[in-house]
Structure formats: C-alpha cells, structure tokens
C-alpha cells in the first residue's frame, strides 16, 4: 500500500535524563510496524514553550504527538493552545491524565488517546492517510476522546488493551536523544498494569489489565540494549516486576541460555509483602543490585490507607530479607496522608533516623491525590480539592517538590509546621549526616529563646531555603534570593529589636554595593510590621540590628528576605553554581533588657544599628 510521506513530531515533556518516554517510543514502533511512510522526529524541553513550539513548527509537522501527566497537564494546554495557533498540523495527546480525565480535552486537540494507544494510532492514521479524518469516522475508533464538528464531546471508551503484550514490538529507542544511554542505564518494561489497588495509584485506571511478557521476549529485549546501545545495567520499571516468582525463574534460565547471565545487572520495584528468601535469591542470582520498595508509612493505620494486604511487619522484614541477600535496598515513604496524625509521622520518621543507614536511597513524597485514584476520591468526599476538573490547578500535584508550600497539600496537620516537618523528612532522606532531632513531636510552644538555628534548633521554620550547611564559621542555610525566604518567629511580646546573622557574598566581576531587602510581617492578617533595605559593600560576615514596632498583641511573625547576592559555598572564592542568596547563621528577637549585651556585640562586629 503506497503512504503518503507525513512529518511526524512527538514531544514531551521531560523531568530525568534517565528515563525517556517509552510510551512514544511504543507509538513510533507500531507506526513503523505498520509501513507507514512518516519522517518521525521527538524533541523534548522541560519549561519553555515559547522554544518548543518554534522547535516543532521548524519541522513542518503534518501531525504532532503529545503526552502528559496531570502535573504537567496545565503546560501541556497552554504548548497546545499556542501550537494550534502556529502549526497547521493534526494534535494528538495521549498518556495518563486524559486516560483519566478526558473530559478536560483541550479544544485544540483533534484527539486525545485513551489508555494503551498502539493500535488506536493506526486506526486514526488510516483516517489521516485515507482523507476521511472527520468526526463520522472518528466516532467508529474505540479508544478515543475528541470534539466534533459542533463543539460536542465524544467519549468512546470501549477498547481492549491486547492481551498478549508480546505481540507488542520493543518501543523506538533510536528517537530518544544520546544523553539516555550515556548513563550506562537502561529503563525497560516488562509487564502492563499491577494486581494490587494502592490508593495513590494511577495505574489502575490507565491500565486496566494486569499483563506479562514472557521471558523469551524481556531476554530479546536485554539482548539488543546490551548489543545496539552497549547497555549492562538495567532498570526494569514495571510497577511490580516481583509479583510473579515463577517468571523470575524462567527469565534466569533465558539469561544463561542466551550467555547474558553474569554480564548485566538489575534494578526493580519489589512490594514488602512478596518479598521471601526465596524470590530475594532468585533476585540475586538474575543479577539484581536493587530493590525499591513503596513502604510509604511505618504507621498501621496509614499504610492500611495506602496500600492493600500490607503490614508494617512486611516493611520491617522485607527491608531484612534483602539486606542478608547483599542487595541495595531503596525505600519510598509518603507523608502528608489524609487524617495522618503528627504521631504517626513521628512513627516513620523515627523508624528512617534509626534504619536510614540500610538504605541505599530514600524518597519522601507527599500524598497526591491522582484522578481517578481511590485517594482522589477520599480528598474529594473530604472537600479537600475542587471537583471542578476544568478549574482545577493542575500543576498543583506533585510527589515530590523542592518547595512545598507551592504544592497542593490535603494532610489534617496545620501546613506550616507540615513545612517544617518536610525539610526535616527531606534532610533525613537526602543529607542523614546532618545534625537531626530525635523525633517530630514538637510544639510551637517548645521554640526556645526565639531563635532560628539551622540544623541545631529542632524548630526551623523556614521556605524558600537550600538545605542547611555546615561551615566552618558555624551552621548556615541558603536563602534563595530570586523568590525570598520566608522564616518564623514566635515572639514573647516585649522584643524590641532583631538581629540578622549572615554572610554576604558579591557577584563575580561585580562593584559597588549591594541589597538585602527584610519585609516583617504578621503572620496571622499579613500586616507589614517593618520594611527595610540593608547594604553591604563587599563580601563579609555581618550582623545588623533593626528595631521593632511593639510586638505584644503578635502571635507569630513571617520575616520575608530577598537578595541580589551571589554568596560562595565557603566565605572565599568559589565555582558554586548558585549566584544568588546569602548565608544565614542565625536570627534572633531580642528584648529591652538585653540591649547593652548586644550593643557591644554590634560593636564588636562594626555592624550598624537601626
């Protein structure tokens, strides 16, 4: 059958360097499969659409392929929206959120894919290629979500995913950039879908049949990433590769027929509840160096909330039964669950200080309810998020985020000492080597003598900031000076000055004097209590001294610091990569009666009081 030559762009965005968009590399494969004559070509970006749609619209696509998340869904609508506008081209968009949502199809999108799209693809290139792309034929193709010709939804959700899923031909890896395989690390799949019904899980509603390759078709697979792409470490990301502990057995088998036995190593997702001594041998013996496992809570009741048939026994004992066995144990967590108490965040907290040492990694993600999961649900009956799925702010989710407070959060503790209680789970999982509080269970009221010392005091309160640092001047924390810091402070009432410990740093080639602007707030109306611009001529450490308006009837204050400094990692030259902030050692209230002791300290250091 003659084709007609198409430019196809597929694109996406992209958050790792490890792990391409296999789903795509599927799409491509079953395209090829299929004979049709298209010049294929994948671009990705992780933020600027302005430069994505320049990029694709230089290609003159006749057809461009998309897919999203629901995070990234909001940046997805805006790249359409300006695409529609630049491009005369077909708009395809796939992947988990319109599977789950589809009625939030952006109008500029011809047709959005629901759920596994290898043969929806082609029943939709058929039409393209046969001139008879309109909304009669389209309504003929299961598997599909588009608006017809007058502007009505249509929805047609009655499409099989493929039973046998070795009929499907390995994803094309040939588009992908070279960057995903200079890492010397290969991700793969081995299987569709997962048995068990987490709560957080979107899987269940984008792939609603559970389904295996067989190990003759993963060993093909294995053998031409290690022979085209010289690949000898592979990431098998199957939600849960482990379930079947017979398959792990004939896949050993096929190793060793094939003489890849001994040359490759594995990483795969593991669940606490399967984990025996004998499947960890079988997991050893194939080769395996790690194993992740989604313990998401120590606390009964939580982990009940999240996963099915699961204890916090099988967490303790899986963790056991792979560290005996030599393997590298990596662990999930979640926090932030609904109805989770302080308490119970104590319980996991304490159970990682303890146990962080037999990990190898360790991320802590906050419960983000996912549409169409059963948390989505719970959020939903509990008014939690807005049921609104055309309003609702996308990219607002996110599992795991460097600035909490920019993220949705439906945990029942009070938000800001949820902030805190996040830099504390960050810093335990990502730098344990730091100085760290026993445990959680801390209350506003134990904040001592007003003061914030990074990694000391077990009550900092602070957004916007790097994790602390140890220097040999003391313990300080990073300031971001693009978006500002925030701290709190709980004072007594009788304050009447405060006093700012920081190193400030100069921008490389730079002169003349440089700002520190301090906005202090009251926490409870926002009301600005005091503003100042603080300069300092060169590179020092500095302590300066600002009064106060009577604080008696302030519960708590939000002290707000911005910068334009670039501030080294050390007080002295420095490659550091962050050029902007300023080094925080310590902030302190202080009351009347401490005036003449810190007068002379002022004195000392040649600072200035205001």
């Not at 740093?505 to 003349?512: A, D, I, L, R, S």
Request: net charge negative.
């Amino acid at each position: 059958m003659t084709r007609k030559n198409r430019n196809i762009v597929f694109y996406a965005l992209t958050v790792s360097d490890i792990v391409p968009p296999l789903g795509i590399g599927y799409l491509v494969t079953s395209l090829r499969t299929h004979n049709f004559d298209c010049d294929i070509q994948y671009i990705e970006n992780a933020k600027d659409n302005e430069k994505a749609v320049e990029e694709i619209c230089n290609l003159k696509p006749s057809v461009i392929g998309l897919t999203s998340v629901s995070m990234h869904f909001k940046q997805i609508k805006d790249l359409c929206e300006k695409l529609k506008s630049a491009c005369d081209a077909i708009i395809l968009l796939g992947g988990p959120h319109i599977t789950s949502v589809p009625e939030t199809l952006p109008p500029e999108v011809d047709v959005g894919f629901l759920g596994e799209a290898e043969e929806t693809i082609i029943d939709v290139f058929n039409l393209i290629e046969n001139n008879s792309f309109n909304s009669d034929s389209l309504r003929k193709i299961p598997g599909i979500v588009f608006y017809d010709e007058g502007n009505n939804l249509n929805i047609i959700d009655d499409r099989r995913p493929p039973k046998n899923i070795d009929l499907c031909a390995p994803p094309a890896r040939d588009i992908f950039p070279e960057y995903y395989w200079k890492r010397d690390v290969a991700v793969m799949l081995t299987s569709r879908g997962c048995p068990y019904k987490c709560s957080f899980c979107q899987v269940v509603a984008v792939t609603k049949l559970c389904r295996y390759n067989s190990p003759q078709k993963i060993v093909a697979e294995i053998q031409e990433l290690y022979t085209k792409y010289g690949m000898k470490n592979i990431s098998i990301a199957d939600d849960l590769f482990v379930v079947n502990k017979k398959r792990v057995k004939q896949l050993i088998e096929e190793l060793k027929n094939s003489g890849l036995h001994g040359k490759l190593t594995f990483c795969v997702n593991g669940r606490a509840n399967v984990m025996t001594e004998e499947l960890v041998g079988l997991l050893a013996e194939m080769g395996t160096t790690e194993i992740t496992l989604g313990l998401e809570s120590m606390s009964q009741r939580v982990l009940s909330l999240l996963k099915d048939n699961v204890t916090v026994e099988d967490n303790i004992n899986a963790i056991e039964i792979i560290n005996r066995a030599g393997i590298k144990t990596g662990g999930l967590y979640m926090i932030g669950t609904p109805t989770e108490t302080i308490e119970e965040l104590d319980v996991t907290y304490r159970f990682l200080k303890e146990n962080r040492h037999k990990f190898a990694g360790v991320e802590v993600c906050i419960t983000t309810p996912l549409p169409k999961t059963k948390m989505w649900d719970i959020c939903l009956e509990r008014g939690l998020i807005d049921s609104d799925v055309h309003s609702f702010k996308w990219d607002k989710l996110a599992l795991a985020v460097d600035d909490f407070n920019a993220n949705l959060y439906v945990g029942d503790i009070n938000h800001r000492f949820f902030s805190h209680i996040h830099q504390l789970f960050r810093r335990l999982a990502h730098q344990p080597d730091l100085p760290l509080p026993d445990s959680i269970l801390i209350s506003e009221e134990k904040i001592k003598d007003n003061f914030i010392k990074p990694a000391i005091n077990d009550f900092m309160q602070v957004r916007g900031s790097y994790l602390p640092e140890k220097w040999e001047q003391g313990d300080v924390f990073w300031t971001n000076g693009l978006t500002g810091t925030e701290i709190y402070l709980k004072p007594s009432g009788n304050e009447s000055k405060i006093v700012l410990d920081y190193f400030t740093g100069q921008k490389e080639g730079g002169n003349g004097n440089y700002k520190v602007e301090i906005k202090l707030l009251d926490f409870q109306d926002e009301t600005v209590l005091l503003e100042s611009e603080l300069e300092a001529p060169k590179a020092s450490w500095r302590k300066d001294c600002l009064d106060l308006p009577p604080l008696h009837t302030v519960k708590m204050l939000k002290l707000i610091i911005n910068s334009d400094y670039f501030c080294p990692k050390k007080s002295g030259q420095s490659e550091d990569p962050r050029n902007l902030g300023i080094a925080i050692r310590d902030i302190s209230l202080v009351s009347d009666e401490k005036q003449g002791f810190i007068a002379n300290l002022l004195s000392y250091f040649k600072c200035r009081c205001k």
